[in-house]
């Protein structure tokens, strides 16, 4: 079995900061590894996600993940924040040959404020 | 094109009622997933469907809850005499199969409510 701790419930932050999510990981096999992002009435869209390769992923809006194996962690950073970045960030986990069942975390909600 | 869909998008009934809520995929996706999310928690998984056949209904979380895809397109969530506990947001996805790097693609939930 999988699990995901997000330890942030909520983040604030200024327009034009930086801003890094924490996801940690638990499995007992080898996993692929998603954030998923929910914006206001809208519903969950994959930003990016880890299969193999390099450890640092990127999405096209700036966002980045790096998978750290060692620390079972895959943390999803921006170096500058939009107010349109506000939303619920959700990172998953699933392993290969799994059915591609996701395991969530409990999400973390960024603000972005002016 | 047309994303997920799933009516109603808000249900509220009565504690010990029957409740239908319905997923249309994305044309085309073979496998569909049902997720639940409570309050202040990330979506839970209930079953998936490649297909017509359930591949995986472990998440269920008792005999009250029960999903079809007859056709392997439209799916049905029925929940039996609806306990105030089944209040959640269920939320349904699909893709183009059920190889596990593929992303999902996720409607935009129906809001159950039980009193």
């Known amino acids: 079995a999988q699990s995901v701790t997000q330890l942030d419930s909520q983040v604030p932050v200024f327009e034009e900061a930086p801003v890094e999510l924490r996801c940690n990981y638990s499995s007992s096999v080898s996993v692929y590894l998603f954030w998923y992002v929910q914006y206001p009435n809208q519903g969950l869209q994959l930003l990016l996600k880890?299969?193999?390769?390099?450890?640092l992923v990127e999405s096209i809006n700036g966002f980045e993940a790096e998978f750290n194996k060692s620390q079972t962690s895959f943390h999803l950073r921006k170096p500058s924040v939009h107010i349109s970045d506000t939303a619920e960030y959700f990172c998953?986990?699933?392993?290969?040959?799994?059915?591609?069942?996701?395991?969530f975390g409990t999400g973390t909600q960024l603000k972005v404020e002016l | 094109g047309a994303g997920v869909s799933q009516t109603p998008s808000n249900k509220v009934t009565e504690k010990g009622k029957y409740v239908e809520l319905r997923c249309d995929p994305i044309?085309?996706?073979?496998?569909l997933y049902w997720y639940r999310q409570s309050l202040g928690q990330g979506p839970e998984f209930l079953i998936y469907?490649?297909?017509?056949?359930?591949?995986?209904d472990s998440g269920l979380p008792n005999d009250r809850f029960f999903a079809v895809r007859p056709e392997g397109s439209v799916s049905t969530l029925k929940i039996q005499r609806t306990e105030r506990g089944d209040s959640a947001v269920y939320l349904c996805?699909?893709?183009?199969?059920?190889?596990?790097?593929?992303?999902?693609?996720f409607g935009p939930g129906t809001r159950l409510t039980v009193l």
């Open positions: 469907f490649q297909g017509t056949g359930a591949a995986d």
């Open positions: 996805a699909s893709s183009p199969d059920r190889v596990a790097y593929n992303e999902q693609f």
């Open positions: 880890y299969l193999s390769g390099s450890t």
């Open positions: 998953a986990v699933t392993p290969p040959g799994g059915g591609n069942k996701l395991t």
């Open positions: 044309s085309g996706h073979t496998a």
